[in-house]
Structures are given as C-alpha cells and as structure tokens.
T-cell receptor, first 115, second 113 residues
Framework: GDSVTQTEGQVTVSESKSLIINCTYS????????LFWYVRYPGEGLQLLLK?????QKGSSRGFEATYNKEATSFHLQKASVQESDSAVYYC????????????FGDGTVLTVKP | AQTIHQWPVAEIKAVGSPLSLGCTIK??????LYWYWQATGGTLQQLFYSITVGQVESVVQLNLSASRPKDDQFILSTEKLLLSHSGFYLC????????????FGPGTRLLVL
C-alpha cells in the first residue's frame, strides 16, 4: 500500500533559524499522488498548511514551502526563518491517484522553536 | 464558510461501555465525510468514509461502526469499548470525491480505562 515517511519525530530549532522537515512517499497506484502538509498547533485541530497536485511544482503558505519531487519521491517542508509560533506537529500526507478518498499520513514531526 | 464541529471534546470511558462520537458539517451540502483515528504515539488512520446519507464504507476494522443519519452528520460508535480504542478521533470533510483536500474538525480525545 501507500506510505509516507517522516524521518524526524522531533525537531528543535532556534528562532530565526532555517528549518527542513523531511518527507518521502511511496504510492502504489499509477499516476502521481496529491501531496499535503497539515499542521496541528497546541490545543487546536488539524489544519491544511499547503497542497501540491502537480509533480515539479512548489506550494507555499505562511512562509513555508514544499516542492513535489517525483524523481526523489520527496516533499520536504522548509522555512527560511522560523518563529516561536511555528511550534506545532507537522504531518505529511498523500492522496493517491485513485478514486478512493484515501489520505495516508506520515507519523508527524514535532517542531519546537526555542526563543 | 464551512464549519465542522465534533462532540464531545474529550471522554473518559470504562472498558466495555458504549461510545458515541459525533460530527456535524455546516455550510456545505452533500459533503464527503471521513473518520480518522490516532492512537497515542501512532499514525493517523482513516477508519470510515461516506459519500452520501445512509452509506458508510469501512476502511480499517477496529470493532467500531459509523453511520450517517443526515447529510451533515456523521456518527462513530461502538457497543463495547476496548482499551485499544483510546486515542484521538478526527472527523473530516471534502467537497469532491477522490483526491480532493480534506478539512478536519477539532477532534475528540478518548481515554478508555
């Protein structure tokens, strides 16, 4: 089946430093999946951060960026300068190119930004 | 704008007791609806989905059931809770079927003792 791998369970970064959260995926269906980053801030629900549906394209939101790399099957999340308010849990997810409504998540990465 | 509401916010229940969790979507007719579950320290898993009223499909077997009694309502239930049911339950909706973006509710935290 499909799978999403986030290699870092926890990441700690100092404020104003750059960030990268790794995400790689494996999709068994023919065609390219849609890729997502969701975020859960403390005490809140899961929110869509960004989405990319076309291989090679970049999505961006709130200063975060992610590029759909079909050759490397990666969708890493990056930010040039993090803020303390970015502290949250980040989830990478994929929706396969099938008519199933399925969304497969990675295990999540807990980001802590130190002041 | 669409809003999604889940109830209750949190529950502490005894093993063997019944459970009913609810989800309501406002501002969107005929949404596709989904239930997800995340065990503590685990991965978010899709449990059920529903494309239309009265029809629910199971994705993962966890001794839970789901129903969609109204267009805007999705219910997750069981007659007998297990310790393994503890975790975080999320309801989600999407406009279109297939690969469309899913939008999540605030979730219900369940602890089974």
């Amino acid at each position: 089946g499909d799978s999403v791998t986030q290699t870092e369970g926890q990441v700690t970064v100092s404020e104003s430093k750059s960030l990268i959260i790794n995400c790689t995926y494996s999709a068994t269906s023919i065609g390219y999946p849609n890729l997502f980053w969701y975020v859960r801030y403390p005490g809140e629900g899961l929110q869509l951060l960004l989405k990319v549906i076309t291989a090679g394209q970049k999505g961006s939101s709130r200063g975060f960026e992610a590029t759909y790399n079909k050759e490397a099957t990666s969708f890493h999340l990056q930010k040039a300068s993090v803020q303390e308010s970015d502290s949250a849990v980040y989830y990478c997810a994929l929706s396969p190119n099938t008519n199933t409504g399925k969304l497969t998540f990675g295990d999540g990465t807990v980001l802590t930004v130190k002041p | 704008a669409q809003t999604i509401h889940q109830w209750p916010v949190a529950e502490i229940k005894a093993v063997g007791s019944p459970l009913s969790l609810g989800c309501t979507i406002k501002g969107k007719s005929s949404p596709n609806l989904y239930w997800y579950w995340q065990a503590t320290g685990g991965t978010l898993q899709q449990l059920f989905y529903s494309i239309t009223v009265g029809q629910v499909e199971s994705v993962v077997q966890l001794n839970l059931s789901a129903s969609r009694p109204k267009d805007d309502q999705f219910i997750l239930s069981t007659e007998k809770l297990l310790l393994s049911h503890s975790g975080f339950y999320l309801c989600a909706w999407s406009r279109d079927w297939g690969q469309d973006t899913q939008y999540f509710g605030p979730g219900t935290r369940l602890l089974v003792l």
